[in-house]
């Protein structure tokens, strides 16, 4: 059973936050969502990570780079 995106998001944020609290120093966290991804899942992602007191994340929705040509 596959966990749903806001669920495997969750559970990285919350990791990322841990590991920054501890080091009193700001880490980088990328987020990788589906192309299926909602503009509430983007929301719900930059919201967890701010309620956590995280200085930054990153988030990446499948497909959204350019294709070279």
């Known amino acids: 059973m596959t966990r749903p995106p ?3 998001f969750t ?3 919350h990791l990322a936050a841990h590991v920054e609290f501890e080091l ?3 880490i980088s966290k990328t987020i990788n969502l ?8 983007f929301s719900s992602a930059f ?4 309620r956590l007191g995280m200085k930054a994340i990153s988030v ?10």
């Open 6 to 8: 806001a669920r495997r």
């Open 24 to 26: 009193n120093e700001g």
């Open 60 to 69: 990446y929705r499948d497909g959204s780079a350019a294709k070279p040509a």
């Open 47 to 50: 919201l967890e990570a701010w």
């Open 34 to 41: 589906p192309v299926s991804a909602t503009p509430d899942t």
């Open 11 to 13: 559970v990285a944020v």
